[in-house]
């Protein structure tokens, strides 16, 4: 990219000197080559704005069909409401992060118009890996310790009042309501592939 610039800006120099210096119906010639070289800069320019403006909405439509995944999860057993407390030994799925990862690592949002997005995604991978490690944790303890009272324990723990359930509830919906992610600004198509990408 680097040559290609620079030698269309060498070309182009060289070709308003030429223009200036020429007179009468050759000065059509570099006048011609001045305004190619003008579509070839304008071009690479587009060209990569375009393309990021194509990875943003790939991105935005893969983080919002992840977040509406994990909304779904929190609202099936057994982390719904009303869901009784379990009488055996289970493992708890999972929170997923893989778009929002690969959207973060690879500074696809713009640093300016989604700053706000981009903290709050960053909010929601640390809460959500904390709530992977929570539940990992509550496995093991689960099938180590025979006791119905730890089962208990960890139903009561998920499910108290500003427990770890409604703090990921409440930050999915605010994610969710944000103007990028909102389901009128996303439009379906290219998600899947740039999940699959991630």
Known sequence: MVVTAGSLAVAFVVSAVWWSRSSGTSSFEPAVQVLGLLGGITGIVAERWAAGRERRAEALQAIGEELQDNRKILATPPFAVGTAQPA?????????????????????????????????????????????????????????????EVLRDLYQGLHSADGPLERMQDQLAALLATSPLAPANVKPGNGSGARSAG
Do not use: C, K
């Open 88 to 148: 055996r030994r289970q493992v708890y799925p999972r929170m997923n992060l893989s778009a929002v990862n690969a959207a973060l690592s690879s500074a696809v949002l713009s640093p300016r118009r989604d700053e706000t997005l981009a903290g709050m995604l960053h909010d929601w991978r640390n809460e959500a890996e904390i709530f992977n490690h929570q539940l990992s944790l509550a496995e093991i303890l689960a099938f180590t310790n025979g006791s119905d």
